[in-house]
């Protein structure tokens, strides 16, 4: 239906734009001449060029430059053709005018009169290859235009799988070690299982959301991150050492979702949380323009992270493809401790 439109758009531009033309063109040569020819002269003579206007431009234009190394020849070969048709056609309709009576002057087949026709043929052959050429280039600038928004589209539908498949990777290990200390603590500590399986089921709600514009609220983030943190503690019987600062101006303020949070779990996965000398340290603060992210933890013997897991790599392209140059992010060992530095832009 969308085509059909488009293309009963398009006849009514073209039949105005030759209207516009031929009534100029009259007026102009009438008042040049001081008469009118006849009508079966316009009629006649405008259905020539407007047809040599069209079959150059839609059929020999495209059929010449199809291949362009054959082009050279092609073109050249194709014109000189279509100068013979309009030349054999012009005199014919000049024959048929006399016989009608539609002719003013009595027909003289001179170099004059075929100057006249070969300089009719230039001019709709120019304004033909102009027309060719507009089209091809405006159609060639369109399909570089649906190109990049199908580039864009596509980076959009990684972005959210790439999210989607983060928020899928906090699941399956937490939700396997909380239900067996569920089921451990079911039977030794009942009074701490409702409170696991309330801070479970948020961070599953969490995990299986969808954000409209691939942002979220920071409160949504900064909840999980108390759940995720309440939820190890309850497994290790609250002996983990973990402190968490937080000062934020405006906890409304959207941010990618699970950037914070892989950092987090991140501390939960690889590091040494057991020592009262040495807690890991999460600390977050923002003001109105930007959000500042910290964490330090010991890293276990043989598992440091200098070459970036999954997670870290995520968290880079994500920001990369979010923040450009704006966002900072920096990670690395430093002595026995693995620490994190994250600071990013936040739209109001």
């Given at each position: 239906m969308k085509s059909i439109k488009a293309s009963s758009k398009t006849i009514k531009i073209h039949v105005l734009c030759w209207a516009i033309y031929v009534v100029y063109e009259i007026l102009l040569t009438a008042a040049m001449k001081g008469e009118f020819s006849h009508f079966y002269f316009y009629l006649f003579f405008y259905l020539l060029n407007i047809s040599l206007f069209y079959v150059h431009a839609l059929y020999v234009m495209p059929a010449s430059f199809r291949k362009i190394p054959n082009t050279l020849w092609r073109l050249p070969f194709m014109v000189i053709i279509e100068i013979g048709v309009y030349v054999c056609l012009s005199i014919l309709l000049s024959k048929l005018l006399m016989v009608l009576h539609a002719r003013s002057t009595p027909l003289v087949f001179n170099w004059r009169f075929l100057i006249a026709i070969i300089w009719r043929f230039i001019l709709f052959f120019l304004f033909s290859s102009g027309y060719y050429?507009?089209?091809?280039?405006?159609s060639k600038r369109r399909q570089e235009m649906l190109k990049a928004l199908e580039v864009e589209r596509?980076?959009?539908e990684l972005v959210s799988i790439e999210r989607d498949f983060l928020r899928s990777q906090i699941t399956p290990h937490l939700l396997f070690n909380t239900l067996n200390f569920i089921k451990y603590a079911s039977k030794h500590k009942p009074e701490e299982v409702d409170n696991?399986?309330?801070?479970?089921?948020?961070?599953?709600s969490f995990a299986i959301e969808k954000s409209m514009n691939g942002l979220i609220l920071l409160v949504e983030e900064l909840n999980q991150i108390q759940n995720i943190i309440q939820?190890?503690?309850?497994?290790?019987?609250?002996?983990?050492?973990?402190?968490?600062?937080?000062?934020v101006l405006d906890e409304t303020v959207t941010v990618l979702p699970i950037i914070l949070l892989t950092l987090v779990e991140n501390i939960f996965k690889h590091g040494i949380l057991n020592d009262p000398n040495y807690p890991a340290k999460i600390e977050l603060k923002s003001d109105a323009n930007a959000l500042e992210?910290?964490?330090s933890n010991r890293a276990r013997k043989g598992n440091f992270r200098?070459?970036?897991?999954?997670?870290?790599?995520?968290?880079?392209?994500?920001?990369?493809n979010a923040y450009a140059e704006k966002a900072t992010f920096n990670y690395g060992k430093e002595g026995d401790f693995y620490k994190t530095y994250l600071r990013i832009p936040l739209a109001n």
């Amino acid at each position: 239906m969308k085509s059909i439109k488009a293309s009963s758009k398009t006849i009514k531009i073209h039949v105005l734009c030759w209207a516009i033309y031929v009534v100029y063109e009259i007026l102009l040569t009438a008042a040049m001449k001081g008469e009118f020819s006849h009508f079966y002269f316009y009629l006649f003579f405008y259905l020539l060029n407007i047809s040599l206007f069209y079959v150059h431009a839609l059929y020999v234009m495209p059929a010449s430059f199809r291949k362009i190394p054959n082009t050279l020849w092609r073109l050249p070969f194709m014109v000189i053709i279509e100068i013979g048709v309009y030349v054999c056609l012009s005199i014919l309709l000049s024959k048929l005018l006399m016989v009608l009576h539609a002719r003013s002057t009595p027909l003289v087949f001179n170099w004059r009169f075929l100057i006249a026709i070969i300089w009719r043929f230039i001019l709709f052959f120019l304004f033909s290859s102009g027309y060719y050429f507009l089209v091809s280039y405006l159609s060639k600038r369109r399909q570089e235009m649906l190109k990049a928004l199908e580039v864009e589209r596509l980076k959009a539908e990684l972005v959210s799988i790439e999210r989607d498949f983060l928020r899928s990777q906090i699941t399956p290990h937490l939700l396997f070690n909380t239900l067996n200390f569920i089921k451990y603590a079911s039977k030794h500590k009942p009074e701490e299982v409702d409170n696991a399986i309330i801070r479970l089921s948020q961070i599953m709600s969490f995990a299986i959301e969808k954000s409209m514009n691939g942002l979220i609220l920071l409160v949504e983030e900064l909840n999980q991150i108390q759940n995720i943190i309440q939820l190890n503690q309850l497994r290790f019987d609250h002996k983990l050492q973990v402190k968490f600062h937080c000062e934020v101006l405006d906890e409304t303020v959207t941010v990618l979702p699970i950037i914070l949070l892989t950092l987090v779990e991140n501390i939960f996965k690889h590091g040494i949380l057991n020592d009262p000398n040495y807690p890991a340290k999460i600390e977050l603060k923002s003001d109105a323009n930007a959000l500042e992210f910290c964490t330090s933890n010991r890293a276990r013997k043989g598992n440091f992270r200098g070459s970036a897991g999954l997670g870290i790599s995520n968290i880079t392209l994500r920001l990369k493809n979010a923040y450009a140059e704006k966002a900072t992010f920096n990670y690395g060992k430093e002595g026995d401790f693995y620490k994190t530095y994250l600071r990013i832009p936040l739209a109001n």
